[in-house]
């Protein structure tokens, strides 16, 4: 089986050149006459381009074909052959990676256990971001969970610069909002999720993760790209963490945003988090409040959605703009808000009901003209963000 990687070339390089450099350099690399009697033995270990193409713009998109006996079916050592030590050499760009489809790790709930969990199957997902991001308490957490969940939230999450800190340390944390979540089943029977941010070194990083699930956690947060993917994969292959995990796309703006180097966004947010065990993966909206490229936006969805994970578009949605993030995406989709929920006028609680106005009101067909809404949390959050 083989693995294939575009790489994307400025005008200015000569695209064919620079492929078959990295399809030998990395790989089998060169060898002297010496080791001319396993010619055939290493000849299986180089990779192989087999095309390139012009684009309209000039660039020229070259695509090498690697074998995946060079590999360890994992993110790091993927990421090390396609783009090592040629990460360094200059302009050139991994816009594309196409894997077997049993490479990496799997959800081990996704997109059908993450609705199994909820008991929602007909809509998407409504999912709120604990703000302000520092300097809350344990009970001050719980409180704002007891609000938002009460009003109908699917899911929570810790923001992803909230560490285990002395002002909430990350178990009391859990120890205060799994009392708000029993306490919303019990009196709803619904279930909410709350995704606990797992922090730490590395040899603490799985053992946290394990005692918070044994401790009541339902789903956990983790900041992929600065703990690295190879932590994402353990915690997914592990038997004992048996919770949907949410991948924060943090840090991926330095691997990704250059022009001419680095990766796409769909490489690492899309192809790497789906082939590495994610759940559910977030990352900018288009539409929202950071720049982002609506065909990456596009081919992660469907990067995603191919294995089975969540696409979590966040940052800027607001309930004014769900029947764009509905053309776009379907029910499929969770809805990511902070600022869109947690600072509505009325407060975090009328933020939650915006968004199932919202919902509402696509599946009446109805207008989100604000001269057309009747008096409420969406007429309201409209009037404030448009």
Request: proline residues 6%; hydrophobic residues 45%.
């Amino acid at each position: 089986m083989t693995i294939i990687v575009d790489y994307r070339f400025p005008p200015a390089i000569n695209a064919e050149k620079q492929a078959k450099t990295i399809a030998i350099g990395q790989t089998a690399g060169t060898w002297s006459e010496r080791h001319s009697h396993r010619q055939e033995q290493l000849q299986q270990h180089l990779a192989e381009v087999v095309g390139i193409r012009e684009e309209a713009d000039g660039y020229k998109v070259a695509r090498v074909r690697f074998p995946q006996i060079n590999v360890e079916n994992d993110i790091a050592s993927l990421l090390t052959m396609i783009f090592g030590k040629y990460s360094m050499a200059g302009a050139g760009k991994v816009v594309g990676v196409y894997l077997p489809e049993s490479y990496g790790t799997k959800a081990k709930l996704g997109i059908t256990g993450i609705r199994q969990r909820l008991g929602v199957y007909d809509r998407p997902l409504v999912m709120a971001i604990f703000k302000p991001a520092l300097g809350l308490s344990a009970q001050d957490h719980a409180d704002i969970l007891r609000e938002v969940a009460f009003a109908g939230l699917d899911v929570i999450k810790d923001d992803e610069i909230m560490a285990d800190l002395p002002v909430a340390p990350t178990h009391e944390r859990l120890d205060c909002c799994r009392r708000v979540l029993e306490e919303v089943r019990q009196q709803t029977g619904r279930n909410v999720l709350y995704a606990v941010n797992v922090t730490g070194k590395a040899d603490e990083l799985q053992r946290k993760a394990r005692l918070l699930v044994k401790h009541g956690a339902n789903a956990l947060l983790l900041n992929v790209l600065t703990y690295g993917f190879s932590v994402l994969e353990a915690l997914a292959s592990d038997p004992a963490i048996d919770v949907p995990i949410f991948a924060h796309p943090a840090f991926a703006g330095a691997m990704c945003a250059g022009s001419d180097t680095g990766l796409a966004y769909s490489v690492v947010l899309g192809t790497m988090m789906a082939h590495a065990g994610a759940d559910a993966v977030l990352y900018p909206a288009a539409y929202g409040s950071l720049p982002f490229d609506p065909r990456e936006e596009g081919k992660i969805r469907d990067i995603l959605r191919d294995r089975n994970v969540f696409p979590v578009p966040s940052a800027g949605i607001r309930p004014g703009i769900v029947p764009q993030v509905l053309g776009d995406y379907g029910r499929n989709v969770i809805l990511n808000a902070g600022t869109g929920i947690m600072d509505h006028p009325s407060g975090p609680a009328s933020g939650v009901r915006a968004f199932f106005e919202a919902l509402a009101r696509i599946e009446a067909g109805e207008s989100f003209d604000p001269a057309n809404l009747p008096e409420g949390a969406l007429k309201q959050a409209i009037l404030e963000w448009g």
